[in-house]
């Protein structure tokens, strides 16, 4: 278990639809991080917030959006919903912000489908 | 821009040989390498990281990986598998530059067979 969890385990909803995902880092990490990972794309970095702040941005849809809130937990919108947002979407925490040799700690993941 | 590459989708082993899950990587600077684990319906599951020093890292559940600069690669090994060890093994880097993403490799599958 690394600490970091995330709800729900499991989403289905209908396409044009809105979801939010939601996380929880690890016990005094500052930085909370979004992947997307489907099987033609692999794992792709999404997003990622230190302290309250975005602190980089991968290759996220502007129907999707990110924040985190002052105790640290992140929530992840994704809208206007297609099929080809069917994925797997993970967190994963690290202490600092800056830091290349941070370690990334992963969630279980969201598994969402859209029908 | 930073990339990986793990040329096998696939690894097949037998219970009691060594195993080896191969990546390369390409990036500007200095990398810091990592290496995860991902079983059936859960996260990835940190193993080992390099970041300097001594080329090679021993990481958890007795797996480790050696950093050959010339080669530009940072192959996993295990001297003797086990079943459990069979999962979705991912190689990561970034660069020494400072806010730069992780990026993942497509993932190489181990299967350890009895």
């Known amino acids: 278990d690394s600490g970091v969890t995330q709800t729900p385990k499991h989403l289905i909803t209908a396409t044009g639809q809105r979801v939010t995902l939601r996380c929880s880092p690890r016990?005094?990490?500052?930085?909370v991080y979004w992947y997307q990972q489907s099987l033609d794309q692999g794992l792709q970095f999404l997003i990622q917030?230190?302290?309250?702040?975005?602190?980089a941005k991968g290759n996220i849809l502007e129907r999707f959006s990110a924040q985190q809130f002052p105790d640290l937990h992140s929530e992840l919108n994704l809208s206007s919903l297609e099929l080809g947002d069917s994925a797997l979407y993970f967190c994963?925490?690290?202490?600092?912000?800056?830091?290349?040799?941070?370690?990334?700690?992963f969630g279980p993941g969201t598994r969402l489908t859209v029908l | 821009a930073q990339s990986v590459a793990q040329p096998e989708d696939q690894v097949n082993v037998a219970e009691g040989n060594p195993l080896t899950v191969k990546c390369t990587y390409s990036?500007?600077?200095?990398?810091?390498l990592f290496w995860y684990v991902q079983y059936p319906n859960r996260g990835l599951q940190f193993l080992l990281k390099?970041?300097?020093?001594?080329?090679l890292v021993k990481g958890s559940y007795g797996f480790e990986a050696e950093f050959n600069k010339s080669q530009t690669s940072f192959h996993l090994k295990k001297p003797s598998a086990l079943v459990s060890d069979s999962a979705l093994y991912f190689c990561?880097?970034?660069?020494?530059?400072?806010?730069?993403?992780?990026?993942f490799g497509k993932g190489t599958r181990l299967s350890v067979i009895a």
């Open positions: 990036v500007s600077g200095n990398p810091y």
């Open positions: 994963a925490s690290s202490v600092g912000g800056t830091l290349s040799t941070d370690t990334q700690y």
């Open positions: 990561a880097v970034r660069d020494n530059s400072g806010n730069t993403p992780l990026v």
């Open positions: 016990s005094g990490d500052l930085s």
């Open positions: 390099y970041i300097t020093g001594d080329n």
């Open positions: 917030y230190y302290n309250g702040e975005e602190r």
